[in-house]
């Protein structure tokens, strides 16, 4: 069975610092991974996957993570955080196959400040 | 917004009581998935439809159950309702394409009373 854990459930920083959200795998098979965010009162929305290729992915609004097999995690990091980077974070893992279930971390929420 | 819409938004209702709640996927997308959103359980997968059929099944209890119709829109029903039932519950969709992304709606938030 596939698992995440995200290591932190709060992480707090300052603005112009760097974010780093800690997530790990458990997957018999090659997997597909996520990152999602949500915003208060708000649904998830996608930050960046990886599927296949290259194993740093960049997405939307700066952030991008690197699959790393030999340690099973998916990490993601921005370099400088801004106010508006404040929210939940939730790492996903899925098999590789079009249509499968996304299972997901306990979240992270990042705090920023100023 | 991500194409998937949710109804109703809010709904306030007595432990006992059935409530239906409403998915509408994105445009062409085959795959429903419903999940639940607490703050002890984090987000946990329900269940997943295919073009009509069950394809996944998560952590769903028995008192709730799920469709979806020809027009590939989805219900989720609760019965019975419990405390413990009071959570934000997601519909997602995805299409055929690889990659896999699942699109998620705003959620439907459920207060049992």
């Known amino acids: 069975a596939q698992s995440v854990t995200q290591l932190g459930s709060h992480v707090s920083v300052s603005e112009g610092a760097l974010v780093l959200l800690r997530c790990n795998y458990s997957s018999s098979v090659p997997p597909y991974l996520f990152w999602y965010v949500q915003y208060p009162n708000q649904g998830l929305q996608l930050l960046l996957k990886?599927?296949?290729?290259?194993?740093l992915v960049k997405g939307i609004n700066g952030f991008e993570a690197e699959f790393k097999k030999s340690e099973t995690s998916f990490h993601l990091t921005k370099p400088s955080a801004h106010m508006s980077d404040a929210a939940e974070y939730f790492c996903?893992?899925?098999?590789?196959?079009?249509?499968?279930?996304?299972?997901f971390g306990k979240g992270t929420t990042l705090s920023v400040s100023s | 917004d991500s194409g998937v819409t949710q109804t109703p938004k809010h709904l306030i209702t007595a432990t006992g009581q059935r409530v239906t709640l409403r998915c509408s996927p994105r445009?062409?997308?085959?795959?429903v998935y419903w999940y639940q959103q607490s703050l002890d359980q984090g987000l946990q997968f329900l269940i997943q439809y295919y073009n009509g059929e069950e394809r996944a099944k998560g952590n769903i209890l028995e008192r709730f159950s799920a469709q979806q119709f020809p027009d590939l829109h989805s219900e989720l029903n609760l019965s019975s309702l419990e405390l413990g039932d009071s959570a934000l519950y997601f519909c997602?969709?995805?299409?055929?394409?690889?990659?896999?992304?699942?699109?998620f709606g705003e959620g439907s938030w459920l207060t049992v009373v």
């Open positions: 997602a969709s995805s299409g055929r394409g690889g990659g896999n992304t699942i699109y």
């Open positions: 990886y599927t296949t290729g290259a194993t």
């Open positions: 996903a893992v899925s098999e590789t196959q079009a249509g499968t279930a996304l299972i």
């Open positions: 445009s062409g997308d085959l795959s």
